[in-house]
């Protein structure tokens, strides 16, 4: 049994590999989607809603008219989008990720790149976290069931949630590459 515990005991490595490249992988995957409409169209609320982003968007007091389903097209709505510097926004937002999932990767190259891109991978979900305050999306609406805003997650506030987990995942990975970095100074 002890053998096992040993065995098992060893995790902590593997895990810290494996929530780099989980973290990466979240990052380049959702950072290629922001080049996609349907994604770029679905943060407007959060976006539009927050007082960090919210001057991103031409006109952010709007955006309630003109959403739009995943896999809806309105041309009418893709064109307030445009004009709303959406996409360009979005497009921005996608960059930014992949280069922190490429800081995150770096981790074995450069210890500092790798430090770098836990910094951002963590502040990137305060960010995020920040729209369960200000984003009303984030809760259920109150459309006559009982069960509505506050404690209520909607989808939209369920998958902000989420964000807890790439929070812890940094700080482990932050606290690795100090660590690695201390390691090699001294």
Do not use: C
């Not at 709505?77 to 996608?94: D, K």
């Not at 305060?126 to 984030?138: D, G, H, K, Q, R």
């Amino acid at each position: 049994m002890e053998k096992y515990l040993r065995l098992l005991g060893l995790g902590d490595r593997i895990g810290l590999t494996l929530i780099r490249l989980s973290i990466a992988i979240v990052f380049i995957w959702i950072g290629l989607l922001k080049f996609i409409p349907y994604e770029a169209d679905s943060i407007t609320p959060f976006v539009a809603n927050s007082p960090l982003m919210s001057f991103f968007y031409e006109h952010p007091n709007e955006y309630q008219q003109h959403l739009t389903h995943e896999g809806e097209l309105k041309p009418q709505e893709r064109e307030w989008q445009t004009a709303n510097n959406t996409y360009r926004f979005s497009n921005g937002l996608g960059v930014v990720e992949i280069i922190i999932a490429l800081l995150v990767l770096a981790n074995p190259i450069s210890r500092w790149l790798g430090l770098m891109g836990g910094v951002l991978a963590f502040a990137t979900p305060v960010v995020t976290l920040s729209f369960l305050i200000t984003t009303p999306e984030a809760w259920v609406m109150p459309l006559g069931d009982l069960h509505h805003g506050f404690p209520y997650l909607s989808g939209a506030g369920r998958l902000v949630l989420k964000d807890t987990l790439m929070l812890a995942g940094a700080v482990m990975i932050i606290a690795d590459s100090a660590r690695a970095i201390v390691k090699q100074r001294y």
